[in-house]
């Protein structure tokens, strides 16, 4: 009678183990834990690297970036090869994704394939940025620590580099707010981040061109507002429209992605 029960009691102590699943968190999972630190170079390749490690195939690394106080403005999290980059933020949560130098993209739309066109040359950013390799960008204040996973999907090892490094925007705008004066001739911003907006007020009546680029795959447009009477109007890259003077122009990536300032370019030409 006794060996009965001692094995029925196994047997539901193993059946109660089996049905129960435990899901780590990626903040439960961490390899090592590194800092993030500034660099303010336009070359983004002759940065320390915060790690240097090589994976085996199939193998994965994650980080904990420990993020200090700033005064700048952005968290720049890259690679110096194209491997799968995961950015978490600090509850866990996944941020975004890129699996090459051209763009990155909310949750895990960045591991697609890159597209690649023609490269524009900035004007008003302050630098044609680029990075060796898988690239997110996010606003500093985002998060603190942030999470990062490197996943080595090749059959061979691979060694890579990877850096985190503290630094302004290379577009000048993402760091304002309020709308920026379009006055007559080209204007060039980049959108940096993801769910970023651009503003400007038209200051002179003309027609206003609009052009992004095509490294990133981003999908640009461009929203001409009248303040008064609220009416809108869309420019996709490539259309041009008619503007008056206090006309607000929004421009955005319906696509969900962005992309360093090199990759990210757009132009508003006002005649």
Known sequence: MTRFFYLLSAAAIAAVLGACTVTLSITDQV?????????????????????????????????????????ADALYLYLDAELDLYVYRDSGSLY?????????A???????????????????VSANLACPGSCVI???????PVYVRIRNT??????????????????????????????????????????DVDAYEVQTPGTLYFDGTLDAGIVFEAEITDPIYGTTRVLSSGDSAAVLDFEEVRVYAVNDRAA???????????Q
């Open 96 to 104: 975004a994704t890129s699996a090459s130098a051209d763009f990155f």
């Open 31 to 71: 390899d090592r834990t590194v800092a993030a630190g500034a660099f303010t170079g336009a070359d983004l390749a002759a940065a320390a690297p915060a790690d240097d490690v090589t994976l085996g195939a199939g193998e994965s690394i994650i980080y904990r970036v420990n993020v200090p106080s700033t005064s």
């Open 106 to 124: 909310g949750g895990s739309a960045g591991l697609a394939v890159s597209a690649t066109g023609a490269t524009l040359s900035p004007t008003d």
């Open 138 to 144: 996010l606003p500093s204040g985002t998060s603190d």
């Open 260 to 270: 360093v300032s090199g990759k990210s370019l757009y132009f508003l030409e006002l």
């Open 154 to 195: 090749s059959s061979s090892d691979r060694s890579v580099s990877f850096y985190a490094a503290l630094r302004d925007f290379e577009d000048t705008s993402e760091a304002t707010s309020g709308l920026d004066a379009l006055e007559v001739g080209v204007t060039t911003g980049a959108l940096e981040t993801l769910s």
